[in-house]
């Protein structure tokens, strides 16, 4: 999967070459999938200062220098984001795009290609929050650890394959669950990076730095018994190898992990089994944490947040349950 992500991103940078210099050097601090991500959003951008831009019009992709950068204005960053809301896109993808190109050009400023960055002083994307997070309750959660070790709810054509990555894929569940790390951070766990005697994992965080995060006895237990059957399949656990991997040895793909995922939450949780993918495995974790210890700050370190606004949305989250959940004492009572 990455090798075909970087063929795509040297074929975009082919395609687009003032946006170069930005997907290359910025490479050891971003995961490749979120170059790509950049790498499509600025082409998109681009396309549309060509096709609306008087400074741009009589260009191509590959005709766009730095010199012409210096053009773009927070206003034609201002409405290109209005028209993408217009076409129906979703606020957070709008952010998103937003995102992107204040990034690129935040990088051409620091390195004085560009005077400015317009994205600056362009509209910012309004997201307008909820108090509902989707995520596992615990009873959802293990059902789902069940239907991942068992197999028992999976089509015939899946059961085959199952016995093979029951093990690994039970590893991979309760590590999500109990740690609420990324689907980034979690694939590119090497088997050096765990350590059994103190229960935890060293993780590279979005961002590039790095975090240890601490995992229950029962997570443990699974990681062990993976290794275990990973090592009577013959395939190497040599402590530079990557903890979760296929039965060729190679580290699984972010697609891999998402398929893993909606499998078995499909059989399982039927009904909300499309609404869960890895980052609901983190939601749900965090959600179960800030109910059982109400720490907002440590619940902030857990899952590698820059700012406590982000956290926050699990806090308001529980809180509303809660308040929903406020008559379960009378209908306890209400046999008597």
Do not use: W
Request: with cysteine.
């Amino acid at each position: 999967m990455s090798t075909d992500l970087t063929k795509k991103i040297v074929e975009l940078s082919n395609e687009i070459p003032v946006i170069s210099s930005f997907l290359i050097n910025t490479s050891t601090e971003r995961e490749i999938s979120t170059r790509f991500m950049y790498a499509e959003e600025l082409k998109l951008f681009f396309l549309y200062l060509i096709s609306y831009s008087p400074m741009f019009c009589d260009k191509r992709l590959q005709d766009i220098t730095e010199k012409d950068l210096a053009l773009v204005t927070s206003e034609d960053v201002s409405l290109y984001l209005s028209l993408s809301l217009d076409h129906g896109l979703k606020e957070r993808t709008v952010a998103r795009k937003r995102a992107s190109i204040s990034s690129f050009f935040r990088y051409m400023c620091d390195n004085k290609k560009v005077p400015s960055n317009p994205v600056s002083a362009a509209s910012r994307v309004k997201i307008h929050s909820s108090d509902q997070v989707v995520h596992l309750t615990l009873e959802e959660q293990i059902r789902f650890i069940e239907a991942v070790f068992s197999g028992d709810d999976l089509d015939e054509r899946k059961k085959v394959y199952h016995k093979k990555y029951a093990f690994r894929d039970k590893a991979i569940v309760v590590m999500l669950l109990d740690t609420g790390m990324r689907n980034s951070e979690l694939r590119g766990i090497d088997i050096k990076d765990v350590d059994f005697e103190d229960c935890s994992v060293l993780i590279k965080r979005k961002g590039g730095s790095f975090q240890t995060l601490y995992f229950s006895d029962y997570t443990k237990d699974a990681l062990l018994e993976y290794l275990n059957d990973r090592n009577e399949k013959h395939i190497s656990c040599d402590k530079d190898m990557p903890l979760f991997v296929t039965l060729k040895g190679s580290r699984l793909s972010s697609d891999a992990l998402q398929r893993l995922i909606k499998k078995y939450a499909l059989s399982s949780i039927p009904g909300k089994g499309q609404l869960i993918t890895p980052h609901k495995m983190r939601s749900s974790s965090a959600m179960g944490f800030y109910a059982e210890t109400k720490d907002i700050l440590a619940l902030q370190r857990k899952l590698g947040h820059a700012s406590l606004q982000a956290t926050n949305i699990y806090a308001k989250a529980t809180n509303e349950q809660m308040k929903e959940q406020r008559n379960v004492f009378k209908n306890r009572l209400s046999d008597l």
